[in-house]
């Protein structure tokens, strides 16, 4: 909202695991007016539960909501690029096998090519570089910093 003046209108790509921080995006991105492009690889995606709500609230607020396993797709004509880590507390013995599933999904200057021309990218910390690279992470389109001010706020 800060960087874009409003939040109403802009669309989200989530590229990675279905994990708790793409399920808060999902129960409020409609409520925000934001739409939603999801990619996770198959067997990584989001609650069902989640994604039910996700559908709800796509219907109720007019916005539209994408689930597939193709990162280009989600990130198509994107105005924020999104990810988390891929293998969070309590999943390090599944880390050999995450590694391999989410081949392919790392954010690079090729997936913000997809991208709306305005887009940036978000990242909550730390991050991997498997999860995206540093041209994206150092980029000047990358808000992670702000983001984690912000966050600080809220505590």
Known sequence: QEHYGGLKGLTIAWIGDGNNVLQSFMTS?????????????????????????????SK????????????LEAADSANVLVTDTWISMGQEEEKKERLKA????????QTAKSAASNWTFLHCLPRKPEEVDDE???????????????RKWTI
Do not use: C
């Open 29 to 57: 991105a409609a409520k925000l007016g934001m739409h939603l492009r999801i990619a996770t690889p198959t067997g990584f995606e989001p609650d069902l539960k989640i994604t039910k709500i996700a559908e709800q609230n």
């Open 60 to 71: 109720e607020y007019g916005t539209k909501l994408l689930l597939t396993t193709d990162p």
């Open 102 to 109: 989410f081949q392919g999904y790392q954010i690079t200057m």
């Open 136 to 150: 994206v992470f150092y980029s000047p389109r990358s808000l992670v910093f702000q983001e984690a001010e912000n």
